[in-house]
């Protein structure tokens, strides 16, 4: 158990329909990483905090995808006007300050279906 | 651009056999390599960390070996047993612009029959 958690572990919906998801990591993950992963492919980076602060966002971030983390701790990552090709797995990883190595530590991930 | 590979995408072994999975990726800049260990449906699982200076980790059964300089990583599983099976990925993150990402490759599916 790495101690991140996602919330929900499953989630089904309607094309059009807006989602939200959220990452609760250890408090002592000042690093929080939000990966995408579909069907026989590796995890694709999407966007990447540092604290409150988010630092990096992938191109595959798209206007219809925004990411927060406002106190630093928990996060959202929320799609607005689904569409089938956002169906994924998407996960959520965190690392600790204290981390020399920088290793990234997985949350089990919340699978989005959209219909 | 770094790119990831691993090859073959499975592998299915009889329970016993001593395993190499194998990783390759483009641009040996690389600052650190991770192995994960997936189980069907759930999150990622860290198993071996080797940081660019360092050429092997061991934990357990598993040995990470990195070969910065012809681009490529291998994962030695020892004694391969039916709990072994799962997808394994590898991942890099890169040293230029100082990105935080990893780069993963597909994954290895193994199965390993009792």
């Known amino acids: 158990d790495t101690g991140v958690s996602q919330d929900p572990r499953h989630k089904i919906t309607k094309r059009g329909q807006n989602v939200t998801f959220r990452c609760d990591p250890i408090s002592e993950h000042n690093r929080l990483y939000w990966y995408r992963q579909t069907l026989g492919q590796g995890p694709e980076f999407l966007t990447y905090f540092q604290n409150e602060a988010q630092l990096e966002k992938s191109r595959l971030l798209s206007d219809r995808f925004s990411a927060e983390r406002p106190k630093g701790s928990f996060s959202t990552l929320e799609i607005q006007r689904t569409e089938q090709g956002d169906s994924a797995m998407y996960l959520c990883?965190?690392?600790?300050?204290?981390?020399?190595?920088?290793?990234?530590?997985f949350g089990p991930g919340t699978r989005l279906t959209v219909l | 651009k770094q790119e990831v590979t691993q090859i073959p995408a499975a592998l299915s072994v009889p329970e016993g056999e001593n395993l190499v999975l194998n990783c390759s990726f483009t641009?040996?800049?690389?600052?650190?390599l991770q192995w994960f260990r997936q189980d069907p449906g759930k999150g990622l699982t860290s198993l071996l960390l080797i940081q660019s200076s360092q050429r092997e980790q061991t934990s357990g059964r598993l040995n990470a070996s990195l070969d910065k300089s012809s681009g490529r990583s291998t994962l030695y599983i020892a004694a391969s047993q039916p709990g072994d099976s799962a997808t394994y990925l590898c991942?890099?993150?890169?040293?230029?612009?100082?990105?935080?990402?990893?780069?993963f490759g597909k994954g290895m599916k193994l199965t390993v029959n009792p």
């Open positions: 990883a965190g690392t600790s300050q204290r981390s020399s190595y920088n290793e990234q530590f």
């Open positions: 641009d040996s800049a690389i600052y650190n």
């Open positions: 991942a890099v993150r890169r040293v230029a612009g100082g990105s935080e990402k990893l780069v």
